[in-house]
């Protein structure tokens, strides 16, 4: 079995396709995972639907039953999953994840989980794909590659990863199957998000030829960078906030260097909205989430090193803000009741719809009907988003929004 590919691994395949510098980098920074609540919780959900996989139907209630409320520690032994509780809602989305697994395989067909496939472009390392299944038709075989993605942070779409698990499992058996197509598929459950895509031999074999091509040039010596919204949001060098690419391409984009920045041109050099074209504005608000989680990352590595009584030049800890709280609200009530009522002291309030929804869950059709109809969603706020997005534009009312903004200061 081949080991982990360190710095080309499919999961971040679209950072090193799109930035092959990363993969010196990476390398320089001898960066090692560290891991965070997000990605064990994803790796143990990952686990309650690897062994709901390799149990028959007929046991899965029980072993559903039997784990829930438990911790990740309990169920699996893994000391770093104590703190993740396998709750009723992961079993949930885990479970529609396995179903889609179920109702794509077969009868005849042939199921692998977590299936360890080594990479095509560096085949001393592998990569493991959730769940593959083959599939026949009458014209030849059919591959289906299927990933779990239990984040719901930001939805995740066919690229890379999955292409290159599609080009390994087929290259894994070959031998045995004469493929006609491959289907991939992301199902993300807690964002309702399930995306499927077919494909035929010959457009996998051109993208096996595109990522052949980008793999070899990522590690080449002198791989250029080539910072982007796509390939540096989870990349160590950006989450690290070590990557000096990155770092120039987020000051030129509001117009600034090192230079201007190292002789305090600052203030004479910023761009002021005048002098911006909107093209200008444009390339400034593409590159905004780039700048604001870089920025956010660059102040965490600064506060990790001085949390850890290290020195950074120019900056230090201080005690933040925070509200006053009671002590003890029983005694604070006691003493406050003495001298006020109730109704002056105490605050009742209805719970809000999200959370009713919880209560109507096992509830009757007619009765969630009828809370329903209590129920109105006024018009979100206007909010600036790219042009891709897809929710409609809508019009804005200046002269509303001036009334409002106006009764607010009263
Ligand atoms: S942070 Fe961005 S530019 Fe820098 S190495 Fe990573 S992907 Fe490339």
Same mark, same amino acid.
């Given at each position: 079995m081949g080991n982990r590919s360190k710095t080309r691994s499919p999961s971040g395949a679209t950072r090193w396709l799109k930035c092959g510098g990363s993969v010196r980098l990476i390398e320089q920074m001898k960066w090692e995972?560290?891991?965070?609540?997000?990605?064990?919780?994803?790796?143990?959900?990952?686990?309650?639907a690897e062994t709901l996989l390799?149990?028959?139907?007929?046991?899965?209630?029980?072993?559903?039953?039997?784990?829930?409320?438990?911790?990740?520690?309990?169920?699996?032994?893994?000391?770093?999953?104590?703190?993740?509780?396998?709750?009723?809602?992961?079993?949930e989305f885990v479970q529609i994840y396995v179903n889609i697994v179920f109702e794509t395989k077969q009868d005849e067909g042939t199921m692998f989980?977590?299936?360890?496939?080594?990479?095509?472009?560096?085949?001393?390392?592998?990569?493991?794909?959730?769940?593959?299944i083959i599939n026949s038709t009458p014209t030849g075989g059919h591959l289906h590659i299927l990933d779990l993605k239990f984040g719901?942070?930001?939805?995740?779409?066919?690229?890379?990863?999955?292409?290159?698990? #599609?080009? &390994?499992?087929?290259?894994?058996?070959?031998?045995? @199957? *004469?493929?006609?197509?491959?289907?991939?598929?992301i199902i993300q459950p807690r964002l309702n998000h399930i995306v499927s895509k077919t494909i035929n031999m010959q457009e996998l074999a051109e993208i096996r030829d595109k990522i052949q091509k980008g793999a070899d040039a990522a590690i080449s010596p002198d791989a250029p960078f080539n910072p982007g919204v796509e390939q540096c949001r989870f990349c160590p060098g950006q989450t690290e906030g070590t990557c000096l690419a990155l770092a120039e391409h987020n000051?030129?984009?509001?117009?600034?260097?090192?230079?201007?920045?190292?002789?305090?041109k600052v203030s004479a050099e910023m761009p002021s909205l005048e002098l911006l074209h909107d093209e200008e504005i444009r390339i400034i608000l593409d590159n905004a989430p780039l700048i604001e989680s870089w920025l956010s990352n660059l102040k965490k590595?600064?506060?990790?090193?001085? #949390?850890? &009584?290290?020195?950074?030049?120019?900056?230090?800890? @201080? *005690?933040?803000?925070?509200?006053?709280?009671?002590?003890?609200?029983?005694?604070?009530?006691?003493?406050?009741?003495?001298?006020?009522?109730n109704e002056q002291i105490l605050e009742e309030k209805l719970i809000s719809p999200a959370k009713t929804d919880k209560l109507l869950k096992h509830e009757s059709i007619d009765l969630i009907h009828e809370v329903q109809q209590q129920i109105t969603k006024p018009k979100g706020k206007p909010t600036l988003v790219n042009e891709s997005d897809p929710r409609e534009s809508v019009h804005v009312n200046r002269s509303e929004e001036y009334a409002n903004d106006f009764d607010n200061l009263n």
């Open positions: 995972s560290k891991g965070s609540i997000f990605t064990e919780e994803g790796s143990c959900a990952h686990k309650v390799k149990l028959p139907k007929s046991e899965h209630q029980h072993y559903l039953a039997a784990i829930v409320n438990s911790t990740g520690w309990t169920t699996f032994g893994k000391p770093e999953w104590e703190s993740i509780t396998i709750d009723k809602e992961m079993l989980i977590e299936d360890s496939l080594p990479l095509f472009y560096e085949p001393q390392a592998d990569g493991t794909a959730d769940a593959v719901k942070g930001v939805k995740v779409y066919i690229g890379p990863q999955l292409e290159i698990y #599609a080009i &390994n499992a087929i290259e894994k058996y070959e031998w045995a @199957v *004469e493929f006609e197509l491959v289907t991939m598929h000051l030129a984009s509001v117009g600034l260097d090192f230079d201007s920045l190292y002789e305090d590595a600064v506060y990790d090193k001085l #949390a850890d &009584n290290q020195n950074f030049p120019g900056y230090k800890l @201080v *005690e933040g803000k925070s509200n006053r709280r009671w002590i003890d609200e029983d005694e604070a009530y006691m003493l406050l009741s003495k001298h006020f009522d």
